[in-house]
């Protein structure tokens, strides 16, 4: 989810100022995504300059301006709530991009990099396992709200940790991955590549 998208949502339910913006986003999304004021207020004025939102009179006591959605903001986010999220942009995934690295990379200990990687999930599904304990059974709005996001957390440390468990027992299965021709060039220099054994022919040499 885009910033842009958080803040429409927040203030199609009434005006708000950035550092109130930023504290209800927060709160709703338990901090799991936390936001900086300054980046509440670039995205404001984006918002502004594309007729999304206006401010509300002037500047407060404290400086502070509150926005509101316009018309075609109002359009905007029920455009949003009624449109499936796309799935067909992948996103970059650092585990992913840094194990498809390693398998191609000569010398990296891959089942090392795995067997770290799934230790730390592990201890991560661990302190949001403890946290769901503690959820109220009863949930008011904003406790309901933490309580999804919590859960879609749990959900993907499960399957990352089936994925590297996957991983694991696909290397165990495959041979050791030689060494490309290609990478051949990136050795260093005092480290001169293997060089290849030329067939013996009947021919003179």
């Given at each position: 989810m885009s910033v842009k998208q958080g803040l429409l949502a927040l203030l199609a339910e009434e005006?708000?100022?950035?550092?109130?913006?930023?504290s209800e986003f927060e709160a709703r999304t338990g901090g799991t995504w936390p936001l900086n004021v300054g980046q509440v207020y670039t995205t404001l004025a984006r918002l502004e300059r594309d007729g999304l939102v206006e401010p509300v009179g002037g500047s407060d006591e404290e400086g502070r301006i509150a926005y509101r959605l316009t018309e075609t903001g109002r359009a905007e986010i029920a455009s949003w709530w009624s449109t499936p999220v796309d799935r067909d942009s992948t996103p970059?995934?650092?585990l992913v991009i840094?194990?498809?690295?390693?398998?191609?990379?000569?010398?990296v200990d891959v089942q090392g990099v795995v067997?770290?990687?799934?230790?730390?999930?592990l201890r991560h599904l661990r302190d949001l396992t403890r946290l769901k304990s503690r959820t109220s059974d009863?949930?008011?709005?904003?406790?309901?709200?933490?309580?999804?996001?919590?859960?879609n957390l749990l959900f993907a440390a499960e399957a990352e940790v089936r994925w590297l468990d996957h991983v694991?027992?696909?290397?165990?299965?495959?041979?050791?991955?030689p060494l490309r021709a290609d990478a051949r060039s990136a050795l260093p220099a005092d480290e001169p590549a293997p060089r290849a054994?030329?067939?013996t022919t009947g021919g003179r040499s």
């Open positions: 005006p708000m100022y950035g550092a109130r913006l930023r970059r995934d650092e840094k194990l498809a690295l390693a398998v191609t990379s000569p010398g067997q770290t990687q799934r230790t730390a999930t009863e949930p008011d709005a904003h406790d309901l709200a933490w309580l999804l996001v919590l859960e694991e027992a696909t290397l165990r299965r495959m041979p050791a991955v054994t030329a067939p």
